[in-house]
């Protein structure tokens, strides 16, 4: 009998690590496709995103003396290093930690980007910057339409690292860009990459209306790209066409565009059809003309996001490009997205819209 149950327990201790094994692997959701171009010729050097956004956020400390950068943690480089060494280098009262309180961290930005300052506010977790919501939606959105343009915000820019992570759960996973999208007033990015962060960042840091700066968080090490040394930035409400083709348009933003090129990779092979793959990167304001452009070409389009279905910003595209594009389309427009449920924890790899329910819906719309 002692023996049986020792056998039972080496069986089920083998089964707990295949499965903790087999997890890990299916949270990995993407294959990374780093950005071969560059915005600017010149030095470069090997960055991962986080690296990239601290370079932006040194640049900016450097050269202007009346940058701030605060938040939670931010002091010792914050939980996901962004800051790193910046406290250091540009001392505690540019470089300095918060108390615990997301609608305190948003509203003193806020005082600070109307004084003059230039406000660089990290909010911990995006899943946590739903008590700062009445001070960027009802007071930072609404400065310059409630002066009659005379008086913007001033340069405020919100970092948040969001997305899934492998391991997140519902309150560390979540993608809120759709709630900030329906706020007149607000810039609101997503990077893909290394490159995109830098230049997207900088032009936050810059623009004179506030911006939410989405940060995929699984992307800060997922990969390095060659990142150009110098300043330099990236124009906000612009998209970018990262692979082209005339079988269908694939929208998508932040870790989806890589799951979208792996799609796009896999049409091309398995099915012989080339895609337009596009990285929206600003949700507030978005591109209507490249994306409208690309799907008079293709006739066909599919949006993907980590965010739950109902209400997504796809959504908003998807209105659109119906609108604007009717008599252009060959199939109904396709959404693949995350579901409408709180973000799980063991069942995330069921949750993620990943490269095999985009291909699924993207065969269906080549099948139409």
């Known amino acids: 009998m002692a023996s049986l149950v020792t056998k039972k327990s080496v069986l089920f201790a083998k089964f707990v690590k295949n499965a ?60 996901f290093r962004c800051a790193l060494g ?93 709630f900030f999208a329906h706020a007149p007033g607000l810039r609101v990015v ?52 990262l692979r082209e083709g005339d079988a269908a348009t694939l929208i998508g933003w932040g870790t989806q565009v890589h799951v979208l090129l792996e799609v796009a990779q896999m049409a091309e092979e398995k099915l012989g059809i080339k895609c337009d793959v596009i990285d929206l990167q600003s949700i507030l304001p978005w591109d209507e003309e490249t994306v409208c452009n690309s799907v008079k070409k293709t006739g066909r389009c599919l949006i993907s996001h980590e965010a739950p279905l109902t209400s997504g910003f796809g959504a908003e595209l998807a209105a659109t490009i119906q609108d604007e594009c009717f008599l252009h389309l060959e199939a109904p427009i396709s959404r693949v997205t995350g579901w409408d449920a709180p973000f799980p924890h063991v069942f995330e790899p069921f949750y993620l819209p990943d490269k095999w329910r985009c291909f699924h819906a993207l065969s269906q719309l080549i099948n139409y």
């Open 20 to 79: 903790s094994n087999n997890s890990k692997r299916l949270s990995s959701h993407f294959i990374y496709f780093p950005d071969n171009e560059k915005p600017v010729q010149g030095e470069t050097t090997k960055m991962n995103m986080m690296q990239a956004i601290n370079n932006a956020m040194d640049i900016t400390l450097k050269n202007d003396p009346t940058a701030v950068l605060f938040g939670e943690d931010v002091g010792f480089g914050g939980v």
């Open 86 to 178: 910046l406290q250091e280098k540009y001392g505690k009262d540019r470089v300095f930690n918060t108390p615990l309180c997301e609608q305190g961290i948003a509203g003193f930005g806020i005082g600070l980007a109307t004084a003059g300052a230039t406000a660089i506010a990290e909010i911990q977790f995006a899943d946590y910057i739903f008590p700062a919501f009445d001070q960027l939606v009802n007071e930072a959105a609404k400065a310059r339409y409630r002066s009659g343009g005379m008086f913007p915000c001033g340069a405020l820019t919100v970092r948040a690292p969001s997305g899934a992570v492998g391991h997140g759960g519902l309150y560390h996973s979540q993608s809120p860009e759709a």
């Open 190 to 241: 997503v990077p893909r990459g290394p490159i995109a962060a830098k230049g997207l960042l900088l032009s936050c840091i810059r623009e004179r209306d506030p911006c939410i700066f989405l940060e995929p968080k699984i992307l800060y090490r997922s990969a390095t790209e060659e990142v150009p040394v110098e300043d330099y930035t990236l124009p906000l409400g612009k998209a970018q066409v």
